[in-house]
């Protein structure tokens, strides 16, 4: 799932060798391909091995689930298509979720508490945005800093308790169902909706390729850099706050240790799709393809009973193998 070469800034600057496009577009055919392949190979493993998987019931489980890490995971691709990374973004979805879950406490209106926790979001990847743009921090080494201070925030206003007892209409963007369908996926359906079209239809989504294909080539070219990574920071937040939301909502509580490791959950499912951790290459789609991946790896892992240590150490392995063939990929096109 990459972004036409066409449309994709060229590091040095020369024309385009149209042997070398047509080359980048294979590998890209190609990688796509594999990803499709992938997500059919492992439905079609599940529904032959496990008799409940294709029950309606498991699918719209794995919908349910798959939400809170798909929202998470457009943000992410937001920011590592620029050749940053976010690790805070588990951490942002606790913070938030608590300090929704307080307001509400304090008999503000569901409204309000929801912006509040949106807010929390979009502060927290404001400050990342300061420190990448402004202070010339490393994105990786800022936003493990506030994945600390988010997390121990969240203890600090809680005194590490839950937070719970919400009203119907607040559980409902979480736990309820619209018809058939989960809330909560049909809302992470409208942000890949959105995100694509804003990915790939708009200038910013063209600045955000630029930046992450080559920043100094951007630069040059007129495109603010800063103000663009600025705001792919504040997008990740903001979706990371709404995430908390939808969180806290699905279990009626807001609780200062939840979504430990959402951070790689989302990273993989974005490094699954297709994008780059060196930047300049990834789409919404193709981290639509990677979350459904990874939300049916851990389905099937529990639906095989499965003990969780395997199931944190398979999700690592999986995220090795992404980086590692990006990586091989990486060197093959600089030879």
């Not at 800093?145 to 009203?167: E, K, Q």
């Amino acid at each position: 799932m990459t972004r036409p070469a066409s449309e994709s800034p060229h590091r040095s600057g020369a024309p385009e060798n149209p042997r070398r496009s047509g080359l980048a577009r294979l590998a890209g055919a190609l990688n796509e391909l594999t990803i499709v392949v992938g997500l059919v190979a492992i439905s079609l493993y599940l529904a032959v091995t496990t008799p409940s998987f294709l029950t309606t019931a498991n699918l719209l489980s794995i919908l349910l689930a798959s939400a809170l890490i798909g929202i998470v995971a457009v943000g992410e691709t937001f920011v590592i298509v620029t050749g940053g990374i976010d690790l805070s973004v588990g951490s942002v979805v606790a913070f938030s979720g608590v300090m929704a879950g307080l307001a509400m406490q304090a008999h503000l209106p569901v409204p309000v508490a929801i912006l509040i926790g949106l807010g929390i979001g979009a502060l927290s990847g404001g400050f990342i945005a300061f420190a990448v743009t402004v202070l010339e921090m490393s994105p990786f080494i800022v936003s493990l800093a506030v994945l600390a201070m988010a997390r121990g925030l969240a203890f600090i206003v809680t005194n590490g308790n839950t937070v719970f007892s919400f009203p119907d209409s607040f559980d409902n963007i979480g736990g309820g169902n619209l018809g058939a369908f989960p809330v909560a996926a049909l809302i992470a359906a409208a942000v890949f909706l959105i995100a694509g079209l804003v990915l790939a239809k708009t200038v910013f989504g063209a600045e955000i390729y630029a930046v992450g294909g080559n920043r100094e080539a951007a630069r040059l070219a007129g495109i603010p850099v800063g103000r663009t990574l600025a705001l792919v920071y504040v997008i990740s937040g903001a979706l990371a706050g709404l995430g908390g939301i939808v969180l806290a909502g699905r279990l009626d509580s807001a609780q200062p240790i939840a979504a430990v490791g959402l951070e790689l959950n989302a990273i993989a499912a974005v490094v699954i799709g297709g994008a780059s951790l060196f930047g300049g290459k990834g789409s919404i789609l193709g981290t639509l393809m990677g979350v459904l991946i990874i939300g049916l790896i851990n389905n099937g892992l529990t639906l095989k009973n499965v003990q969780p240590f395997w199931v944190q150490f398979i999700q690592g392995a999986v995220i090795f193998g992404a980086v590692l063939i990006d990586s091989l990929n990486q060197k093959r096109r600089r030879s």
